[in-house]
């Protein structure tokens, strides 16, 4: 099992930052893709970012290119999502997510373990 908690959501104006954290807990994370996805009112959970523990490697959706930026901290098995010029179409829950198997980044149900959720609001 793999414990996810999200943290770091909240009310920002348009062009304003956040980071948000999430930490890990539970199995080692050598063999794991981690991931951020956000999901709007009325819309499907959409894919944000991608990273792999172990290598490092990153992938980040067209959407976000540019303004996001995932990472990580192996010392604290914790995962970051900064960023950056925040618009009001990135408002939504964002969600980590976990997985082994992971051969299709965006493809949701190849995560296994999923955080609670953490709400980012961005006002006009």
């Known amino acids: 099992q793999v414990h996810l908690v999200e943290s770091g959501g909240g009310l920002v104006q348009t062009g304003g930052s956040l980071r948000l954290s999430c930490a890990a807990s539970g199995r080692t994370l050598e063999r794991y893709v981690m991931g951020w996805f956000r999901q709007a009112p009325g819309k499907e959970r959409e894919f944000i970012a991608a990273?792999?523990?172990?290598?490092?490697?990153?992938y980040h959706a067209d959407s976000v290119k540019g303004r996001f930026t995932i990472s990580r901290d192996n010392a604290k098995n914790t995962v970051y999502l900064q960023m950056n010029s925040l618009k009001p179409e990135d408002t939504a829950v964002y969600y980590c997510?976990?997985?082994?198997?992971?051969?299709?980044?965006?493809?949701?149900?190849?995560?296994?373990?999923w955080g609670q959720g953490t709400q980012v609001t961005v006002s006009p």
């Open positions: 990273i792999n523990w172990s290598a490092g490697w990153t």
């Open positions: 997510a976990a997985g082994d198997k992971v051969q299709n980044l965006a493809r949701r149900s190849l995560y296994d373990y």
